[in-house]
């Protein structure tokens, strides 16, 4: 049973920072391309960034970039979010997801939340 499991979200201050952490089980990790996403109240889910299987390609949404940055570890099979100057609109829950670096996602979390207050 494949399971992805996020952490590390709560509350910040605008210009904070967090770290959030996806780790995943059942699953061949390095097969796998992992994506970040966010869903704001009221709004459709949208792509934050995505990491290739070893790590040497990343994607950024232009929200986020030079702002967020993406990593994994393959031997601990997780996958990590560094989160700096958050803004409030930034507020949001944050899923990751295990696919292919194209786009397609198979597997998904559960989600944490992310507060900014300004």
């Known amino acids: 049973q494949v399971q992805l499991v996020e952490s590390g979200g709560g509350l910040v201050q605008a210009g904070g920072s967090l770290r959030l952490s996806c780790a995943a089980s059942?699953?061949?990790?390095?097969?796998?391309?992992m994506g970040w996403f966010r869903q704001a109240p009221g709004k459709e889910r949208e792509f934050v960034t995505n990491?290739?299987?070893?790590?040497?390609?990343?994607n950024y949404a232009n929200s986020v970039k030079g702002r967020f940055t993406i990593s994994r570890d393959n031997a601990k099979n997780t996958v990590y979010l560094q989160m700096n100057s958050l803004k409030p609109e930034d507020t949001a829950v944050y899923y990751c997801?295990?696919?292919?670096?194209?786009?397609?996602?198979?597997?998904w979390g559960q989600g944490t939340q992310v507060t900014v207050s300004s």
């Open positions: 997801a295990a696919g292919d670096f194209s786009g397609s996602y198979r597997y």
């Open positions: 059942g699953l061949t990790f390095s097969s796998y391309a």
């Open positions: 990491i290739s299987r070893y790590g040497t390609r990343t």
